[in-house]
């Protein structure tokens, strides 16, 4: 014990000088409860403890005064003894208690791939096979693959030893986010800059475990026009999508919805009804940090969700590069013939748009 206090003080101390040179200012404290593990099974667990309540308001106060909080891995029992406790355990309960946005976990070299991972059949990864996201559902799947093989790993190298660890991770993050924290993120933080990398490039750094329910679709209002062309901007310079304007949006802007996360707005598309039978789904464009985690067909099947309570009865889009997207959607290849004559006019033999439908 009096090594593990001196270390868990020693990092704690490294963190506060790291605050301090940012000229913040960082409080250690003696904020978590815990109790000793005890003997299971025969095993006494010594000075292990677990965590048995967190003072949240009293951290609550440290966080309002705008103090930032470090805990160590030590909790303190009833009678002042102290004992050791898991520091993702106590970041994982953290996080729920104190109704975090975010939970990051940073470890050392772990990345959840497919060269050591089964990966179930639909999880998002990336060219070089880095699992991006996890939804809550699919979690269980992937515990359940690799479970068995994992648990008999030896802990002779640090490689078993950081699959291990990711695995624990995957837990306490499904447990987490069970619990109401929106996001939790394994990140590698050998990587220099992870946590920026993570919430600012096209892919992320490490791993994110989300709710189902991730994100909110909601309709446009003319507020949101501005950050609705920037989304669409990139794919506009790109030539994916058709350039529109500030006055184009607005005189349609019932027709569009949007996809908002953590306040801002990440995705859009529109439904325009051209007859009792014909509707166009258009503009379908995700900010690309969000891209592969299911933003896109969301929003198309709540567009197609519309246009069924309209009675609708086909649903088209028109697309030069996404064809084969819209396909995976249930969309099948029509003629621009058999197009509105409004949209037909509309067509240009330039662009050469590909007419895609789909019936309701
Ligand atoms: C196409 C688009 C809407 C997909 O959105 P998304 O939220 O990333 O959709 P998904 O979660 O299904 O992930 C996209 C998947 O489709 C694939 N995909 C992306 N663009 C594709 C295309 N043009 N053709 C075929 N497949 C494509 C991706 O590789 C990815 O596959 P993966 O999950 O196996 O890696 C988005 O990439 C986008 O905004 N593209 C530019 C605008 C556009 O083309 N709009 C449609 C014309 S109206």
Same mark, same amino acid.
């Given at each position: ?36 593990? #005890? ?40 009678? #002042? ?5 898991? /520091? ?110 993570? *919430? ?22 003319? =507020? ?39 306040? #801002? ?39 197609? =969700? ?23 959607? #249930? ?5 621009? =013939?058999? *197009? ?12 050469? /748009? ?7």
């Amino acid at each position: 014990m009096p090594l593990i206090k001196m270390a868990a003080f020693d990092v704690s101390n490294q963190i506060m000088t790291s605050f301090a040179a940012e000229k913040n200012t960082a409080v250690i404290g003696n904020w978590v409860r815990a109790r000793g593990r #005890g003997i299971q099974n025969g095993i006494d667990f010594g000075t292990a403890g677990e965590i048995d309540k967190i003072q949240v308001d009293a951290v609550s106060t440290v966080l309002e005064n705008g103090f930032i909080p470090i805990f160590p891995c030590i909790g303190w029992s009833i009678a #002042g003894k102290p004992y050791n406790i898991s /520091s993702t355990q106590l970041a994982a309960a953290l996080s729920v208690k104190l109704k975090a946005d975010k939970l990051f976990f940073l470890t050392q070299n772990t990345s959840i791939t497919n060269k050591d991972f089964d990966i179930p059949p639909n999880t998002k990864i990336s060219q070089e096979g880095n699992v991006l996201a996890l939804n809550v559902g699919e979690i269980p799947e992937f515990l359940h693959l690799n479970e068995e093989r994992i648990s008999h790993l030896d802990n002779a190298s640090d490689h078993n030893k950081t699959l291990k660890q990711s695995m624990s991770l995957l837990r306490l993050g499904l447990t987490a986010c069970r619990a109401g924290v929106p996001r939790v993120h394994i990140l590698n933080g050998s990587n220099n800059g992870t946590i920026p990398c993570e *919430l600012f490039s096209n892919f992320g750094s490490g791993t994110m475990i989300y709710e189902d329910n991730y994100g909110g679709i909601r309709n446009m209002t003319i =507020e949101d026009i501005p950050d609705v062309l920037n989304v669409m901007r990139p794919f506009v310079d790109e030539g994916i999508l058709l350039p529109r304007t500030e006055v184009d949006l607005s005189e349609q802007y019932n027709d569009y919805i949007i996809y908002e996360l953590d306040g #801002g707005i990440k995705a859009c598309a529109a439904l325009h009804v051209y007859n009792e039978r014909q509707a166009e789904i258009a503009a379908v464009a995700v900010d690309k940090r969000c891209s592969h985690i299911g933003v896109g067909p969301k929003l198309v099947h709540y567009l197609i =969700e519309k246009a069924q309570n309209l009675n609708i009865s086909e649903v088209f889009v028109l697309t030069t590069r996404t064809a084969d997207w819209f396909e995976q959607l #249930g969309f099948a290849p029509v003629a621009i =013939e058999s *197009l509105p004559e409004e949209r037909q006019k509309k067509w240009k033999p330039e662009r050469g /748009s590909k007419a895609l439908a789909l019936k309701l």
